[in-house]
């Protein structure tokens, strides 16, 4: 019997680990799971290197097994494990990238994104009132969300709770980042999964990722939003399964 492949999942901005917790038991009959938050991957101190603190820290945590890693990542998180993949391809098997982008950022070169003033006016408005940015930010996430009151209360709880440095450095990263060139080079093989209705990162991005990656597929859920690890785990898990088998075989 083969081994049951290494799975980390790696949420959002402004997510816990818990917030991958249902897609987690959906695909523990198949893989290794495990989840870890950009707070967990974040440090205040930087290394000299041209890898972002969450990179550096997600290497130094799949070097700890000493195996190839298949890693799940959504949005932020996904951006993450793409970054990690481009410089550190002897540490990853494939990738999984849920609601994610090379760029968050929007410019002349790049329209699937966040305008550079929305962007801005967020990260001025998250150090004055960080609650009113995250209740805005988690609105936008929960599309077509039954409950959602309930739901986003909850989930603003647990924002507020998390580092504010890291969230503030979790905004610079997005405002900053562009993985296009190195997408380019990433020659593993990429799974590619985007709600259609995704006001936050639109599926456009998706698309743009699977021209620019060489061997990558796209998943376009109908009817959902940025939110599919906690709106549509079954769905995807089952989808990240198919993957994972067709990687292995």
């Not at 993949?85 to 950022?105: E, M, N």
């Not at 550079?116 to 990260?123: D, F, I, P, S, W």
Request: aromatic content about 6%; hydrophobic content about 45%; glycine content about 6%.
């Amino acid at each position: 019997m083969k081994e049951l492949p290494r799975l980390i999942l790696i949420p959002g901005w402004a997510h816990d680990a818990s917030a991958m917790e249902d897609l987690r038991k959906h695909l523990e009959d198949t893989a290794n799971v495990s989840s870890i938050s950009t707070g967990d991957l974040w440090s205040a101190n930087k290394e000299a290197s041209f890898q972002s603190p969450y990179a550096q820290n997600l290497v130094k945590l799949i070097k700890k097994t000493g195996d190839r890693v298949f890693i799940a990542g959504w949005s932020l998180g996904g951006m993450i494990a793409l970054e990690t993949a481009a410089h550190q391809p002897d540490l990853v098997a494939g990738l999984v990238l849920i609601s994610s982008t090379a760029k968050f950022r929007a410019d002349k070169s790049w329209t699937a994104g966040v305008t550079t003033g929305a962007l801005r006016a967020m990260k001025t408005m998250f150090k004055s009132d960080p609650r009113g940015v995250l209740r805005q930010f988690f609105k936008n996430v929960a599309f077509r969300l039954e409950g959602k009151n309930e739901t986003l209360a909850l989930k603003i709880e647990k924002a507020c709770a998390m580092n504010p440095l890291e969230l503030s450095a979790g905004l610079e990263y997005l405002s900053g980042t562009d993985l296009r060139n190195e997408a380019t080079k990433v020659n593993i093989p990429v799974l590619i999964l985007h709600g259609k209705q995704d006001v936050i990162i639109p599926v456009e991005a998706g698309m743009a990722l699977k021209n620019m990656l060489p061997v990558s597929k796209i998943h376009v859920y109908d009817n959902y939003g940025h939110g599919l690890p906690w709106q549509n785990p079954r769905a995807i898990a089952e989808d990240i399964k198919e993957f994972l088998k067709e990687c292995r075989n």
